[in-house]
């Protein structure tokens, strides 16, 4: 199988800040107007694509309870890959994230070329991952995860005038059940709202909340993989 490495793709190397917010009652359009009008004077930095991921979890639910009440130290599993959400899949990492409070960094590996389509299943999933050169000890951290759940939103990119500031819009989220066997994709959740990511570097952090301000958005603990496993299953918290 071949990697196709995605240039496009942000590799972390240190940890970063992401502050996320949930506008309420405001639209995509009025968003934008607000971001591209704020004191920060941002500006769009990237054409608007379409964000995917597949997320894993353990039978138990480990990652989907330890992000749901905000432990201080969480991570997420997730294949993530820019484009069409089903068909032929390529430029997927499989993604580490790993949260402390708001910082947060990743560990990324390039996947294989794969189809996301009715034959995709949790052995399939967990065989792509082991078809790379993933550490033996995030191999036991999987050892027994199932994809749980698959999502798509568009995004938009912007920076701030220094240049040391990204943003962005995402909008159209839809969550898909995904199961251990069969899946065909047909039927989603969509959620109405607007998230919005401010997101920069630890030696930034000084000037953060001077950006935070010329935004007049609520401070949320947003976690799109939380929303979505509450909106497609009836779990308890």
């Avoid at 990324?108 to 070329?113: A, D, G, K």
Wanted: one cysteine or more; proline letters at 3%; glycine letters at 4%.
């Amino acid at each position: 199988m071949e990697i196709s490495k995605n240039t496009e793709y942000t590799l972390l190397e240190d940890y970063r800040y992401e502050r996320k917010y949930r506008p309420e009652r405001l639209n995509y359009i009025e968003v934008k107007m607000i971001v591209l009008g704020s004191d920060a004077f941002f500006r769009k930095i990237y054409k608007p694509r379409t964000v995917n991921n597949i997320y894993l979890d353990s039978p138990e639910l480990e990652c989907f309870y330890a992000n749901s009440m905000g432990h201080s130290e969480r991570n997420k599993f997730r294949i993530r890959w820019y484009g069409n959400t089903i068909g032929k899949i390529s430029g997927a990492v499989f993604e580490i994230k790993q949260k402390e409070a708001y910082r947060g960094t990743k560990q990324s590996y390039f996947l294989p070329e794969f189809e996301l389509d009715k034959d995709f299943n949790a052995k399939f999933c967990l065989n792509l991952i082991k078809s790379v050169s993933i550490p033996e000890n995030v191999l036991e951290q999987i050892s027994g995860f199932e994809p749980v759940m698959l999502n798509s939103y568009n995004r938009e990119y912007f920076r701030d005038i220094t240049g040391n500031y990204r943003l962005t819009i995402d909008s159209r989220i839809r969550y898909y059940k995904i199961n251990a066997g069969f899946n065909h994709y047909k039927e989603f959740i969509e959620d109405p709202g607007i998230v919005v990511e401010l997101k920069y570097s630890d030696k930034y952090n000084d000037y953060a909340t001077h950006i935070a301000n010329t935004l007049p958005f609520r401070l949320t603990r947003n976690s799109k993989y939380v929303d979505g496993m509450l909106m497609l299953y009836d779990l308890n918290l």
